[in-house]
């Protein structure tokens, strides 16, 4: 198999505005895999991939083993920091002893209050104002997201502008070298993955607006997105875990 042409063929798939909410939704399951990877395991599994592992991971974290009909799943490893690849073997959920969806992050608190322990992680301070005519306001100055928009919309666009203020620190710090567009496209695809993670999956379409921002620079956009939602991802788990323990 060429996985290259398999990689290609599926960001061509996505410029094209194809599957472009999937690619989120598998990215926010399979968040410990790259945008590549993730491709990688959809198309070998035509969509049915729910979470995978090495057999050694399977029999190491999950104390389970593979199905004697398993097929392997090819995926990139990094080597050398990144500077090269080799090819590995993944497994799928379904292709062990254990079966089941494969799911490691269940919610056990309301998206809101989920939502907010981590904007105060990171310094963020998320309010409701009435008086304003957008749905979302951010001042990365002030560190804080406002948000007047219908009920079902709140998650997305808290999430969204504590977004930008991530990139705006990050710009400061020479990481982030995009402009207002791709930071705002890179919003948009941050906050949608980390929803659909947070199983708040109402209303599964980005905004029209958004969608053309992120086909624009598909790889680009995603790759950053990505990088920001998983850390916001593994954080949120982290809270979730730190505030049940105090109950």
């Keep these: 198999m060429d996985l290259q042409a398999v ?7 996505m ?3 194809k599957h472009l909410e999937r690619c989120l939704w598998f990215l926010a399951k399979l968040r410990e895999y790259s945008l590549a990877n993730t491709i990688l395991l959809i198309k070998q599994t035509q969509g049915r991939v729910r979470y995978a592992q090495g057999a050694a991971e399977w029999s190491k974290r999950f104390q389970t083993t593979i199905t004697p009909s398993a ?9 050398n920091e990144g500077k090269d690849f080799s090819i590995i073997k993944v497994f799928d959920v379904s ?8 799911s490691t992050f269940r ?5 809101t209050a989920l939502v907010n322990e981590f904007a105060k992680s990171q310094g963020i301070s998320l309010v409701v104002s009435l008086q304003q005519k957008e749905p979302m306001r951010f001042s990365a100055v002030d560190n804080r997201v406002s948000i ?7 998650t997305f666009h808290a999430l969204k502008g504590i977004c930008l203020i991530l990139l705006e620190r990050n710009k400061k710090k020479g990481w982030f070298k995009g402009d207002l567009t791709k930071a705002a496209a890179i919003s948009c695809a941050f906050a949608f993955e980390v929803r659909c993670f947070l199983q708040e999956i109402e209303g599964t379409q980005l905004p029209e607006a958004a969608r053309k921002a992120i086909l624009a620079d598909t790889k680009g956009v995603l790759n950053e997105s990505h990088r920001m939602a998983r850390k916001a991802m593994d954080k949120i788990e982290q809270l979730q875990v730190s505030q049940m323990s105090l109950k």
Aim: net charge negative.
């Design 7 to 13: 990689v290609r063929a599926g960001y061509g798939e």
């Design 71 to 79: 097929k392997p799943l090819h995926i990139y490893a990094p080597l």
């Design 95 to 102: 292709d062990t002893e254990m079966g089941g969806d494969g």
């Design 107 to 111: 919610p056990r608190m309301k998206t």
């Design 148 to 154: 007047n928009c219908a009920e079902i919309e709140k």
């Design 15 to 17: 410029k094209e505005g």
